[in-house]
């Protein structure tokens, strides 16, 4: 008889399994999570299925090893075990690596800490007093609440808890482990929609009845209550006890998005994001795989987690650049959503009030399903834009804000509203250069200049994170106090607000800020409630934040992204100033913004000018067509990186040299990259076009079992689809 042998899968840079023996009395499944040897060490792995073409198992079992031990988590389901193989076979990245991002045994739940709860016992305390009497009063109704939690709603101390214990008047019990979330309730507060929303809402909601794959883009203006409308489809996922996935761009959206679910649901979601702790990821990690838990909402890595029972999963921002991994497995989270819900066979929907060109695309061709909701919530008006041509009315040298948006914020104030200014820049100053010899200082490790971060008093690099003190002399001539920065970061706008307006409350937002995701939560509320004057931040202002009171909004430099060669620059502009500007006129007061460009005559700011998205998507598109640019053509960038210069270059002329030739593919290149180099490796691009129906995945493999290999610390990087062309 011959032994029983499975595939285990290692979370390594291998792309193939290797071969195990089972041990009698195992059995194992794919998707089993086992403990086998690798050389001399313990590896964790996953049985994995065989591939329909690959060939008769030909193995010499004598040089085989054992399965070690089948760990007690739950299998991995099978729709992520094809996703897996899926995104390995697109992106080309080695399935190892894949199965790494899903893989998360070691995050295993510490056993639940025990919870006291406490009772009334009916006999009545030995000792009165106010707070005693407070906390009797509470407790009266029989039923038993967590010690701080009695407390909490009497308004006494844990310790006139503990009194009462020791009085006979209380009496303690072990309560149950707390769940990793509590189970939502689908009709806990269900909201009055208007008719648009309503039509909306049902149609998401049978989706999710129909337990097919479809995709829905829902295509809202800022502000016309997008997230009350998808809750529909949540809500009915909740209703059949199944299970639904939110995705979200950003981390500090999340306290604002949990609140709103709590209010709807009378709960909150799970949350799956790098804020939470291990042990809390392990508890809601097992409550995913067993379905206790239904609703998560998290960041892209959210994707990876092993759903008994998905239902619906939700892309909100779709179109947010953040969806975008660009170190290590490169791929797109929203894309591989789609994947992901097709393989499972479940709707997903897509929300923006500015989609993707992708997905505009694809709501055109008829392949995704188009939900308008054309108007705000409650008759809002979108707030309109008026350019300020920089080249004629632009600020007094040293200054970034034009007199007549400064005339506009001090109206703005004086009516008790809020004012919000946008530019993209984070930190004091861009570039820090000396003014007796000129010297710029650069990164020591990168080809960038160091961004000035007067807050924290230091110089930073924003793409390697390399630090240094502002230097007193410079470093090249020695002047003393020479050295001055050049160009407005949102620190140095703040600086010029308290200087305009000098009684108006301000704060920067910006995801830099000493402080972290607590103190971003809490500014964000102080914002919300109107306790700040004027606001200063970069695109974290874009995105999902409701601030009732914001009046005004002014772009303080709109060109900023238009000019590095970016094909998706035009679009990303676009987006970002709409969803800015969107951020006025939610509450009562009707908001207005104020575009400051040096290019008024541009497409892009004539559309937003004119309120006309659908010029812009239409000259977009069109541009995109001619160019055979994405969607309309395929794209793959090759980074070839080595830590000395004429290596990366080398290697990538003769990695040019051995590109397979196919009818209508183009290799361009190689260039050095516009960033040529990175955290002290030069970096050297190819770019590979293609047509919109070619199997770019395929070519890409062949060219690589034909190229020459990277030798001594020679990288190549390969991006299928890529976002970033730095």
Not at 134 to 161: C, I, Q, T, Y
Not at 306 to 315: K, N, R
Not at 462 to 482: I, L, T
Not at 559 to 583: K, N, S, Y
Request: glycine share 8%; hydrophobic share 40%; net charge positive.
């Amino acid at each position: 008889m011959n032994p029983a042998i499975v595939d285990v899968l290692l979370p390594l840079g291998l792309d193939a399994p290797y071969s195990y023996l089972v041990p009698d009395g195992l059995e194992l499944q794919p998707g089993d999570l086992v403990q086998v040897p690798l050389g001399a060490r313990g590896v964790v792995g996953c049985v994995w299925p065989r591939r329909e073409d690959a060939g008769e198992r030909v193995v010499d079992t004598a040089k085989l090893k054992s399965v070690k031990a089948r760990l007690t988590h739950k299998a991995l389901p099978p729709d992520l075990i094809r996703l897996i193989d899926w995104m390995a076979d697109y992106t080309l990245a080695p399935r190892g690596m894949v199965l790494r991002m899903a893989l998360r045994h070691e995050e295993n739940p510490a056993p639940p800490r025990e919870r006291v709860g406490v009772r009334a016992t009916g006999r009545v305390p030995e000792r009165a007093t106010a707070a005693r009497n407070r906390l009797m009063a509470v407790m009266a109704d029989g039923f038993v609440r967590a010690k701080n939690d009695a407390a909490r709603e009497a308004g006494v101390s844990p310790s006139v808890v503990d009194g009462l214990v020791d009085d006979g008047a209380l009496e303690t019990l072990v309560l149950p482990p707390a769940p990793a979330a509590e189970r939502p309730d689908a009709d806990h507060a269900v909201p009055t929609l208007s008719e648009a929303q309503a039509e909306a809402g049902e149609a998401l909601r049978a989706a999710v009845e129909r337990r097919g794959f479809s995709v829905h883009l829902l295509d809202g203006v800022t502000g016309s209550g997008k997230t009350e409308v998808y809750f529909e489809a949540v809500a009915q996922a909740v209703r059949e006890g199944r299970q639904a996935l939110i995705l979200l761009p950003e981390i500090a959206l999340t306290q604002v998005f949990l609140d709103r679910f709590t209010k709807r649901f009378g709960v909150a979601p799970a949350e799956w994001h790098s804020g939470v702790s291990t042990r809390r990821r392990g508890r809601i990690l097992e409550g995913v795989a067993s379905g206790a838990v239904q609703v998560v909402a998290g960041a892209r890595s959210a994707l990876f987690l092993p759903f008994q029972d998905l239902a619906l999963t939700i892309v909100d921002e779709e179109h947010d650049p953040a969806y975008k991994q660009e170190d290590g497995v490169a791929y797109h989270a929203r894309d591989m959503a789609v994947v992901r819900s097709r393989l499972v066979g479940a709707p997903i929907i897509l929300a923006s009030a500015t989609p993707s060109i992708e997905t505009e695309v694809n709501a055109r061709r008829g392949r995704y399903q188009r939900l308008a909701l054309p108007l705000r919530f409650g008759g809002a008006k979108v707030p309109g834009l008026l350019p300020i041509d920089l080249r004629r009315d632009g600020p007094p040298r040293g200054r970034w804000i034009a007199p007549r948006l400064e005339a506009e914020i001090n109206q703005t104030l004086e009516d008790k509203g809020q004012a919000l200014l946008f530019l993209n820049r984070r930190g004091y100053a861009p570039l820090t250069l000396c003014r007796a010899c000129g010297v710029r200082i650069k990164c020591p490790s990168c080809s960038a200049w160091l961004v000035e971060h007067r807050f924290r008093r230091r110089l930073s690099c924003h793409h390697c994170g390399y630090q240094a003190p502002v230097p007193e002399n410079c470093p090249a001539c020695g002047e003393k106090d020479s050295m001055v920065p050049c160009g407005p970061g949102v620190e140095r706008l703040q600086e010029e607000v308290q200087t305009l307006f000098p009684n108006a409350r301000s704060l920067v937002l910006s995801s830099d800020m000493a402080g972290g995701m607590e103190r971003m939560r809490a500014e964000l509320e102080a914002v919300a409630k109107g306790e700040v004057d004027v606001v200063v931040g970069t695109q974290l202002v874009a995105k999902g934040h409701n601030f009732p009171g914001l009046a005004l909004v002014g772009v303080v430099d709109a060109d900023v992204g238009l000019g590095h060669g970016d094909p998706r620059a035009a679009e990303r502009t676009f987006q970002l100033v709409h969803q800015v500007a969107g951020r006025a006129g939610r509450g009562a007061t009707e908001g207005r913004g104020f575009i400051q460009t040096h290019m008024p005559e541009h497409p892009v700011m004539q559309a937003l000018v004119k309120g006309d998205r659908a010029a812009f998507y239409e000259t977009e598109i069109a541009a995109r067509e001619e160019a055979v640019l994405p969607p309309f053509g395929r794209l793959a960038s090759l980074v070839i990186s080595a830590t000395e210069g004429p290596v990366a270059e080398g290697h990538a002329r003769r990695l040019a040299a051995s590109a397979p030739r196919a009818e209508g593919v183009r290799v361009l290149g190689p260039a050095e990259a516009p960033l040529a180099v990175l955290r002290g490796r030069h970096r050297w691009r190819l770019l590979v076009r293609a047509p919109r129906g070619f199997d770019l995945s395929s070519y890409l493999r062949a060219w690589r079992a034909v190229a020459p290999r990277p030798t001594g610390n020679t990288k190549v990087a390969i991006d299928v689809d890529p976002m970033s062309f730095l």
